[in-house]
Nanobody, 120 residues
Framework: QVQLVESGGGLVQAGGSLGLSCAASGSIFSIIVMGWYRQAPGKQRELVAE???????NYQDSVKNRFTISRNNAKNMLYLQMNNLKPEDTAVYYC??????????????WGQGTQVTVSS
């Protein structure tokens, strides 16, 4: 089984910065894609950014040029640097990973989520 544990997040004023980290552990053979999703109250969970094992990235339009996603494949770590935060970025942020476990079976897994609150 694969586990994801997020850290970071918290409360910041608009225009400020925060960093999120996600550690993947367990029966991991490969991680094909890792990403960050967020869910605001009363809204659906949405993709923020994702990165594949080759380093290709994809961002939601609203966070382009403000957020940077990165991963350390050797350590099975995922990061999200968030700059120039806006109140509309307030949400619970979830780490996501999909790949193959050591039995060469596919998995997709979510972290428990971490709250990011941006005050105006």
């Amino acid at each position: 089984q694969v586990q994801l544990v997020e850290s970071g997040g918290g409360l910041v004023q608009a225009g400020g910065s925060l960093g999120l980290s996600c550690a993947a552990s367990g029966s991991i053979f490969s991680i094909i894609v890792m990403g960050w999703y967020r869910q605001a109250p009363g809204k659906q969970r949405e993709l923020v950014a994702e990165v594949n094992s080759g380093g290709s990235t994809n961002y939601q339009d609203s966070v382009k040029n403000r957020f940077t996603i990165s991963r350390n494949n050797a350590k099975n770590m995922l990061y999200l640097q968030m700059n120039n935060l806006k109140p509309e970025d307030t949400a619970v942020y979830y780490c996501y990973a999909a790949g193959l476990d050591r039995l060469v079976s596919g998995y997709d897994q979510w972290g428990q989520g971490t709250q990011v609150t941006v005050s105006s």
